[in-house]
């Protein structure tokens, strides 16, 4: 089946968000203001059961696509996640990731691998306790995520990505402490310019620091150069130390937009599909399922909303970002 966008390009990426509930209130994500005690999460009801999304995600693999990351909100919240993850990878050819925030008890670890988790994203934007603590406002600890990165190179998860969103005035001077721990233990730190999802975050432009900023303070100290994307489409910018021990990415959406490459999809925990991170509303295809369409139907929606895709919403992006003006939260679809 033909699937490919207004601008020719071919569906190949699909996050999956499997729930929007989260154990922090990161204030560039879900500060607590907004997501507090009054908040109202998705009610059941309305959540995609995991074998509604094994089912879509068997769907999208008949579309093309061959990379699924499960993502929230916090997607080790959500129960029997193993099943999930064992019915994806049992489809042809694919790879299955995870994003986490590394703080639930890290003897979930096996499970997971033993479901047939592939790679694993841990995000971190800190070692200083004192910082992370008043990002991730739930009084986490540094150590216990780092008790879970351990936990998961036991695994044979090497090397593992770490996501740091870097914010002006918050965690600067945590990118070479960042940069030194991780280049020491072989993983790949990718540097994520804060980005103006959402509507509920405050994004300002002055409080972005650029790419080209994140690498003076690399370079200041470990020399880095430029090396080709691992796979077409590639949203991190890829960079390896100069003395050859080892790679840092920079995802710089803000400054240096990726959309041409684009060919991700987001599904959201109430099963919309979102075309672009910054889209204002999804495609309902739960009711699509929940009607009782077959396969077949459910991929001549999936493709027909894809065909229509001509996203590009980080090449349009303003200083004020009012374009579109409500934008999906981040904690909806996973980032
Ligand atoms: N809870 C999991 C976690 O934090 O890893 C998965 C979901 S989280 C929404 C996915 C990624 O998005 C994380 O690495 C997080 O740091 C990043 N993120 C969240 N809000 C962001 C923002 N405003 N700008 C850039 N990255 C953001
Ligand atoms: Fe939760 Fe991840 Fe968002 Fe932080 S970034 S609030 S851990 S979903
Ligand atoms: Fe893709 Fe939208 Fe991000 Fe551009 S702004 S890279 S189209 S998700």
């Not at 997971?112 to 004192?130: E, F, I, N, P, Q």
């Not at 990726?258 to 060919?263: A, D, K, P, S």
Request: hydrophobic residues 40%; glycine residues 8%; contains cysteine.
């Amino acid at each position: 089946m033909m699937n490919k966008d207004a601008l020719g390009r071919q569906l190949r990426d699909l996050r999956i968000s499997v729930t929007d509930r989260c154990n922090f209130r990161c204030i560039y994500c879900m500060p607590r203001e907004v997501f507090d005690s009054n908040h109202q999460f998705l009610p059941k009801q309305k959540v995609l059961s995991l074998e509604e999304i094994a089912r879509l995600a068997g769907v999208f693999h008949q579309l093309g696509v061959r990379k699924f990351r499960l993502t929230g909100g916090e997607p080790l919240l959500r129960r029997n996640i193993d099943y999930l993850i064992r019915e994806l990878a049992s489809l042809p050819d694919v790879d299955v990731a995870l994003t986490t925030n590394g703080s639930l008890p890290p003897s979930r670890i096996e499970q997971l691998r033993d479901a047939g988790l592939s790679r694993m994203t841990v995000s971190l934007d800190s070692l200083d306790d004192a910082v992370f603590k008043a990002i991730n406002d739930v009084g986490q600890s540094v150590a216990r995520v780092l008790e879970w990165i351990a936990a998961a190179e036991q695994a044979g998860y090497k090397p593992l990505k770490i996501n740091m969103v870097v914010k002006k005035g918050l965690n600067e001077d945590s990118i070479l402490p960042m940069a030194r721990y991780f280049r020491e233990r072989g993983h790949i730190l990718r540097f994520i310019e804060f980005m103006d999802v959402g509507t509920t975050n405050g994004w300002r432009l002055d409080e972005v620091v650029p790419a080209a900023r994140i690498l003076e303070i690399i370079n200041s100290e470990m020399s880095v150069e430029a090396i080709p994307p691992s796979y077409p489409g590639e949203v991190a910018r890829r960079y390896r130390y100069q003395d050859g021990s080892g790679e840092i990415g920079i995802i710089a959406s803000v400054t240096q937009p990726f959309c041409g490459g684009c060919v991700r999809a987001r599904l959201s925990a109430d099963g919309s599909l979102y075309t672009c991170l910054f889209s204002d509303s999804g495609h309902n295809i739960r009711d699509v399922l929940r009607a009782g369409a077959t396969d077949d139907e459910l991929a001549r929606s999936i493709s027909a909303v894809w065909q229509r895709r001509d996203d590009r919403y980080s090449e349009l992006r303003t200083s004020h970002t009012t374009l579109p003006s409500r934008k999906v939260e981040m904690s909806y679809i996973g980032g």
